[in-house]
């Protein structure tokens, strides 16, 4: 198979699996409703646990965090090595397994965020991030994750701990491989597949940093 079409594939596959909105999937098996018309609105572990509970936020949280990691892991492990193998010298430097989890990622969150299963409107893509950047370097991840958690342990808002995680990612996603002597065009190519996938969570969260900013962003409750 050529390997155009299996990058294809790989694009294909990554973003449908991450249109699979465990939200929606869990708050229609809970309570028959479409969690997008409650709440906040949002297609999500918060927006779920709030309107429909703690154990389907849980549920919602193991799904969302587990499409976050089948979808890199496949093209880390099963597309991408057959792609960098067949594709031209001069790109597949640049399409090598270990980059292959920031496409596959970068559209897993993207299906999350756009599901084609759900007309387009899921949720921020939190725990599904957090899930791609384990794939993308597990040290990156844990400096990003335990930010989020001294935030919302200090705050009980979750999008603080999000925009900020989001924020960091880049910089030490940058300075982590700055230290095992990449050159200048692989890290140029790092940070821009860093930022884009920050820049997809930070987009998502427009609507938080505002309401952040006028000080009208609700803590985390469960009414259930």
């Not at 949720?123 to 958690?149: D, H, P, R, Y």
């Not at 808002?157 to 924020?167: E, P, R």
């Amino acid at each position: 198979m050529n390997w155009v079409i299996m990058l294809i594939i790989a694009l294909v596959v990554s973003y449908l699996i991450g249109s699979i909105n465990f939200a929606l999937i869990v708050s229609k098996i809970f309570v028959k409703k479409d969690v997008r018309k409650m709440g906040s609105g949002n297609a999500g572990m918060t927006n779920v646990i709030r309107t429909v509970g703690i154990v389907p936020g849980i549920i919602t949280f193991v799904g969302d965090f587990g499409k976050g990691l089948a979808a890199p892991l496949i093209a880390k492990f099963l597309l991408f090595p057959y792609i960098a193998e067949n594709a031209p010298d001069f790109i597949a430097n640049f399409l090598t397994p270990e980059y292959g989890v920031y496409f596959c990622g970068f559209l897993c969150i993207i299906g999350h965020a756009y599901p084609i299963f759900f007309g387009f409107r899921g949720g921020k893509g939190v725990s599904t991030s957090i899930a791609v950047l384990f794939c993308i370097n597990w040290i990156v991840a844990a400096f990003v994750l335990i930010t989020f958690l001294v935030l919302f342990l200090i705050t009980k808002i979750i999008s603080i701990g999000s925009v900020l995680g989001a924020v960091e990612f880049p910089i030490f996603n940058f300075l982590i491989n700055y230290n095992k002597g990449l050159d200048t065009i692989e890290l140029v190519y790092i940070v821009v597949l860093s930022v884009l996938i920050a820049s997809l969570v930070f987009l998502k969260h427009k609507d938080n940093i505002i309401r952040l900013n006028k000080g009208e962003e609700k803590q985390l409750s469960s009414h259930k």
